[in-house]
């Protein structure tokens, strides 16, 4: 069960991340949790959000390209260890993880984290059968 | 085989020849009795209008230079009186200040036989339905194409450029057979027509593209997107507006309209003509026209000319694509770089899209070429490493074509900007 994140690529420029993100607020739109991958010459911005076909529709009609990546959401508990144990299952199995973000809730005590990995599928088994919780796409809409 | 002038179009280069000589005899006395500064230039190189008597003697003519027409800045280049001038248009000035050209009532009528045989020769008729998606203004593709269009009695749609939502409505909405444009313009109405699904209801079959320099694997995408047939126009306003060359069926190269326009390619350095099918400046001389005189036009465009015959018919000379220009062309750190060379690269490498920003500059003495390229539609930067690597690969195949070092930058499908008329392509911070 993957969850669909929402990817624009922003120009390393004054005001673009800004501006970007000014389109989902002047839409109302949610974002569940964001993290950005930066380089001396542009940013990926990357968004969990409730509805990625409807945030991706939103930046095509004002002429931005954003893109639907799938990736892997875990569900684990806010305590000290958490995500140690969670790389090790994926690390034992020979998953390597091309980049992570985690965030937290006021709804629960959980924390998450999103992983981006080459085979999701295989992933999710390996964490499922090491007794981790994976994070399903409702979970992302109703955070 | 269809001509639209088979007695002009199909002349034996002899006779031509002769008519050229005609023409050009004529065409150096009108500049000579009316226009002071042909006049100024003729005497300046020894030469009276008895001493052209034909083509053979079109090496002894001086140059025409683009400098020349804009001394000249509005009308001290005309020939005729304003009174006889019945239409101006103005270059977009891309590499300066604008040149402003005039045409008589006559010139009107070349304008339009050319155009006509341009459509003809891309296998245009009557029964066509032809949306010009050029500018209409002044610059020259918008009216130029309207009235070929009109003068082979097609219906011809004034689209104009721009408004891309509407462009594809009338593709659908008026069922447009023939397309014209610029070729970027035409890559950007592919993939709206791609993004809208609409491919299989358009009835496009011929589209008609110049004013930019393309490539072939442009015409590939171009064909591929709109489902039709790409044809290479060529023109400048200076000479006419397009419709001074133009492709046949044959698309091996454009032929020149050269009972109106006679055809030199000269070594860039000495500016003696160089053999056929050796690159060189393409320079022009109008036999005909009567606002405007033009001998010897150095365009500074590089270019190759075919006389050999064409499997067409046509007995005019071929011009191959334009390879670049010598006042556009770049020289960074001592390499001479043409954009059309990056835009052939960027075409070949999987994952960028041909649209890009060529920024030059000096920095410790030192020129520095940074390349900004869009990403193709659908590339999936959504890893840094994916992008990164692209970027080494442009800068990997840029270095073993052009054999200069270039930072890379990529930018989002569709922020570099497009262009209706022509293409900025350079920005030049030196």
């Known amino acids: 069960m993957v969850i669909e994140q929402v990817s624009v690529f922003v120009e390393n420029k004054k005001g673009a991340l800004k501006d970007t993100l000014g389109i989902l607020a002047e839409a109302g739109m949610d974002l569940r949790a964001i993290s950005i991958a930066d380089t001396s010459d542009f940013g990926i911005l990357r968004m969990i959000v409730p509805d990625a076909d409807a945030t991706l529709e939103l930046f095509k009609s004002k002429g931005v390209t954003a893109s639907k990546t799938a990736v892997t959401g875990c569900k684990l508990p806010d305590e000290p260890g958490a995500l140690h144990k969670v790389l090790s299952t994926l690390c034992e199995a020979g998953i390597s993880v091309e980049y992570i973000y985690a965030f937290i809730t006021r709804r629960n005590e959980d924390a998450y984290v999103i992983l981006r990995v080459e085979d999701n599928v295989f992933a999710q088994y390996v964490l499922k059968s090491a007794g981790h919780t994976i994070m399903t796409p409702g979970d992302a809409a109703g955070l | ?430």
Request: hydrophobic share 35%.
């Open chain 2, 1 to 430: 085989m269809t001509y639209w002038n088979r007695a002009m179009e199909t002349m034996s280069r002899d006779e031509l020849s002769a008519l050229q000589s005609e023409r050009l005899t004529g065409a150096v006395n009108r500049a000579w009795e009316r226009c002071a500064p042909y006049r100024a230039k003729l005497e300046a190189a020894g030469l009276q209008p008895g001493d052209i008597r034909g083509t053979d003697d079109l090496p002894k003519l001086p140059l025409t230079l683009k400098d020349d027409l804009r001394d000249g800045y509005p009308y001290g280049m005309f020939a005729v009186p304003m009174s006889e001038v019945v239409r101006l248009h103005a270059s977009s000035g891309t590499t300066g200040k604008q040149t402003v050209v005039g045409y008589t009532k006559g010139d009107i009528g070349i304008w339009n036989e050319c155009m006509a045989r341009c459509l003809t020769m891309a296998g245009a008729t009557k029964d066509d339905i032809v949306q010009i998606a050029y500018g209409y203004g002044l610059f020259t593709g918008g009216l130029g194409g309207h009235y070929g269009g009109e003068a082979i009695g097609a219906t011809t749609i004034p689209a104009s450029t721009g408004n891309t939502k509407r462009q594809l409505q009338m593709f659908l909405d008026f069922g447009s057979t023939v397309l014209l444009c610029t070729p970027s313009y035409a890559m950007h109405l592919g993939d709206a027509v791609r993004d809208a699904g609409i491919k299989d209801r358009l009835k496009l079959r011929i589209g008609i593209h110049g004013a930019e320099p393309w490539t072939e694997k442009m015409r590939d995408e171009i064909e591929e997107r709109l489902g039709l047939r790409c044809y290479d126009i060529f023109g400048l306003s200076e000479v006419l507006g397009p419709g001074v060359s133009c492709e046949c069926a044959e698309r091996n190269g454009l032929h020149v309209m050269e009972d109106h326009f006679l055809i030199e390619i000269l070594d860039p350095e000495t500016k003696q003509p160089v053999p056929d099918g050796t690159p060189g400046e393409l320079v022009f001389t109008c036999v005909t026209k009567e606002a405007l005189p033009l001998i010897r036009y150095n365009t500074r465009d590089i270019c190759t000319v075919d006389r050999r015959p064409c499997a067409c018919g046509r007995s005019f000379a071929r011009m191959g694509k334009l390879t670049g220009r010598t006042d556009d062309m770049l020289i960074i750190r001592g390499v001479n770089v043409f954009p059309s060379q990056v835009e052939n690269v960027l075409l070949g490498v999987e994952g960028a899209a041909p649209y890009y920003l060529l920024v030059v500059d000096r920095v410790n003495n030192l020129d520095t070429l940074e390349v900004r390229v869009e990403m193709a539609d659908g590339f999936s930067f959504d890893e840094v490493r994916r992008v990164e690597a692209l970027e080494r690969r442009i800068a990997k195949e840029i270095m073993s074509a052009l054999g200069v070092t270039a930072k890379i930058t990529m930018a989002a499908p569709g922020s570099i900007e497009r262009s209706e008329g022509k293409a900025k392509r350079i920005l030049d911070k030196r």
